[in-house]
């Protein structure tokens, strides 16, 4: 099993709303990943999450705000976000596969902004 | 600066007809793996390549890593409408602050019945 779900699928919001998307994996990789994907683009890699711990914030606004609760579950909250963040947010998870990683992505929350 | 370039960025084929795609680098990645996407949904990993001059095959998928680790390329065979979608290859890299993946700009392909 390489599932990955997220939530919600697609989510509009206003200028002043907080909101949160959920991401959840039950394969025991200790590694998990944001990512934000606009139209025709790769992946943008936002926040890495390493055994629970942030170690890599690629200096994301703070108006994005990442929370790892527990080894399973990935938060990203939302806050006084602007238009230009409509997007597609991916979160990943990954596991060690002898001398590499196995990267698995969820279905995406595609966001809009208001 | 883009760690990863892949070629061509658009192509369009018919049905049954051979293609390959490449993507490139000037930095040696420790292994690179190939997504395929679909609109609105997330990559789905493909396969994942290790060893210098590795090939993989996956059905009518074949997939190659260069002998100095960095290029890889994928070749469809027979090309079938269920092929069309975005590739991209993404290679590992080590940081100082942890691990992460980077990902090529993608090629977009289109097979038409």
């Known amino acids: 099993d390489t599932e990955v779900t997220q939530t919600p699928k697609h989510l509009v919001m206003g200028m002043t709303n907080k909101k949160s998307l959920k991401c959840e994996q039950h394969?025991?990789?200790?590694?998990m990943y944001w990512y934000k994907q606009k139209a025709k683009k790769p992946p943008e890699l936002m926040f890495v999450y390493s055994y629970e711990k942030l170690s890599i914030n690629e200096s994301v606004p703070s108006r994005f705000s990442p929370e790892c609760p527990n080894s399973s579950l990935l938060n990203l909250h939302l806050h006084a976000l602007q238009p230009e963040d409509s997007a597609l947010y991916l979160c990943?998870?990954?596991?060690?596969?002898?001398?590499?990683?196995?990267?698995?992505f969820g279905p995406g929350t595609r966001l809009t902004v208001t | 600066t883009q760690l990863l370039e892949q070629s061509p960025q658009f192509l369009s084929i018919q049905e049954g007809e051979n293609l390959t795609v490449y993507c490139n680098s000037s930095s040696v990645f420790s292994s690179l793996q190939w997504y395929r996407q679909e609109p609105g949904e997330g990559p789905v990993l493909l396969v994942t390549?290790?060893?210098?001059?590795e090939v993989k095959k996956l059905k009518r998928l074949t997939f190659q890593f260069g002998d100095a680790r960095k290029d890889s390329s994928l070749h469809i065979t027979a090309a079938q409408p269920g092929d069309t979608g975005l590739y991209l290859c993404?290679?590992?890299?080590?940081?100082?602050?942890?691990?992460?993946?980077?990902f090529g700009p993608g090629t977009r392909l289109s097979v038409l019945p």
């Open positions: 394969m025991g990789h200790r590694a």
């Open positions: 993404a290679g590992l890299r080590w940081r100082g602050d942890g691990q992460n993946f980077v």
């Open positions: 990943a998870s990954s596991q060690e596969r002898g001398v590499t990683y196995e990267q698995y």
């Open positions: 390549v290790v060893t210098g001059g």
